[in-house]
C-alpha cells in the first residue's frame, strides 16, 4: 500500500469515528428515539417509567433507537455510547443502556460493573430475546415496556440487612435451614411487630428483621410481592440467631 494510500485510509477512519462522536448526544434523556419508532405517547410513557425508577433506586436506565449502525457492531456501539454518557453513578456504576438497532431489529443491553450481579451475562441475553421478539412484530414500545419491567425487577432488588429470628423449625440444625431460607421464594403477607413475613409455597412463614433505615420502598409498598432471599455475602451462622446481608428480590 502507497503512502498516499495510507494517508487515504487513516483520515477514512477518522472521518467516520468522528461522525460517530459527533451524532452522539452529551446529555441523553431517558429515551433517545433516533430511528422514530415510538410515537409522543409512548416515548413520554417510557420516560416516566425510567424517571421514576431512578428516583426510587438511583439505578439509570437509557433506551436507544438507531436507524442504522455504520462502522461498528451494536455491541461496540452501546459501550461507546454508555461510556461517552457516563451513565450510573460514579460510586456504584448502576447504569444501564439499552439499545435498539431498527433496521435489523437487533438488541444490544450494556451494564455497569454494579450491576453485574444482579444482571449476569445469561439474563440478559433472555431479555433480549423477549424484547426481539415484539420487536419483529413491529411492537416497539411493548418490546422496550417488557425489557425495561425484567431490568427493574432484577436492578431495582430491595437490599436489606435482615437478622432472621425464627427458622421453620427451631428444633432443625441451623445450618440446613439456613441453606433452606436462601432458596425460599414465597409472598410477603404481612408483618409481626418489627418482622416482615415471607410466606413460601408450603405455607411456611419466614420471618425478616428489617432496620427502619434500610428499606427503599416502605413495607406497605411490597405486601402480596413474590420474593426471592438471595446470598451476597458469606454468612456467620449461629444457633438460632442467624444474620447476614441479603437481598430480598421483588419478582413481580
Known sequence: ????????????????????????????????????????????????LLSDFYDSTSVTIVGVTAESIRGQSIELHAASLY????LGSIETHN???????ADERLVQITVGSGMAQELPSLVLDSIKVE???????????????????????RAGAVPWTIAYTSIFDAERDSLHSMDE??????????FQEDLVILTDSDGRDVRLMVPTEA???SLEDVIGFTGRIVQLQPIQVQVLNLEADYTLELLN
Open 95 to 101: 447504569g444501564i443502556l439499552v439499545l435498539l438497532r
Open 131 to 153: 424484547m426481539a421478539e415484539l420487536f419483529g412484530l413491529g411492537d416497539y414500545y411493548g418490546g422496550f415496556e417488557r425489557g425495561f419491567d425484567m431490568l427493574m425487577r
Open 83 to 86: 461510556a461517552s454518557w457516563e
Open 181 to 190: 431460607i436462601v432458596s425460599t421464594e414465597g409472598v410477603i403477607t404481612g
Open 215 to 217: 428499606p427503599i420502598l
Open 1 to 48: 500500500m502507497t503512502i498516499w494510500k495510507s494517508t487515504f485510509c487513516l483520515a477514512s477512519v477518522i472521518l467516520m469515528v468522528g461522525c460517530l462522536i459527533e451524532n452522539q448526544i452529551s446529555e441523553p434523556d431517558w429515551i433517545v428515539d433516533r430511528a422514530d419508532v415510538l410515537d409522543a405517547e409512548e416515548e413520554s410513557a417510557l420516560l416516566n
